[in-house]
């Protein structure tokens, strides 16, 4: 069973951020599967580094479309994306001493419901 699953209600209409959520929630399944396996932080850590390098890019690009258009909720939404950074820079920090289950439950929880909520609303936003 994977940490997060796709959903439909994650679906915002524009192809490349929704090409970039699966390949993230596939990378997040695959990084709490291997460390959980495996039992190691050297397995957390290295798929870490890969998560926040993966995710930094795609907030770059979600945050180029919403300038674009010119999206009213902008600011918040961007927020929202540098509070995650700075939550997988503080799991990196100390992934020695890392909970492999609250890592994953704090991840899952976070894509859930920013892609329910923020995306969603963006998606019907930029539709209008």
Same mark, same amino acid.
């Given at each position: 069973?994977?940490? !997060?699953?796709?959903?439909?209600?994650?679906?915002?209409?524009?192809?490349?951020?929704?090409?970039?959520?699966?390949?993230?929630?596939?990378?997040?399944?695959?990084?709490?599967?291997? /460390?959980?396996?495996?039992?190691?932080?050297? /397995?957390?850590?290295?798929?870490?580094?890969?998560?926040?390098?993966?995710?930094? /890019?795609?907030?770059?690009?979600?945050?180029?479309?919403?300038?674009?258009?010119?999206?009213?909720?902008?600011?918040?939404?961007?927020?929202?994306?540098?509070?995650?950074?700075?939550?997988?820079?503080?799991?990196?920090?100390?992934?020695?001493?890392?909970?492999?289950?609250?890592?994953?439950?704090?991840?899952?929880?976070?894509? !859930?419901?920013?892609?329910?909520?923020?995306?969603?609303?963006?998606?019907?936003?930029?539709?209008?």
């Amino acid at each position: 069973m994977s940490l !997060v699953e796709w959903r439909e209600e994650f679906r915002t209409g524009i192809d490349e951020v929704d090409f970039e959520h699966k390949e993230l929630i596939e990378l997040i399944n695959n990084t709490y599967k291997e /460390a959980s396996e495996k039992g190691t932080s050297d /397995a957390l850590d290295e798929g870490l580094g890969e998560i926040f390098s993966k995710i930094s /890019a795609h907030f770059a690009l979600e945050e180029k479309i919403m300038r674009e258009l010119e999206y009213d909720q902008y600011q918040d939404h961007k927020e929202d994306h540098e509070r995650l950074l700075d939550s997988i820079r503080d799991i990196m920090d100390d992934v020695s001493r890392l909970d492999e289950e609250k890592f994953g439950q704090s991840l899952k929880d976070w894509f !859930v419901i920013h892609f329910s909520t923020r995306d969603a609303r963006m998606h019907k936003q930029l539709q209008r």
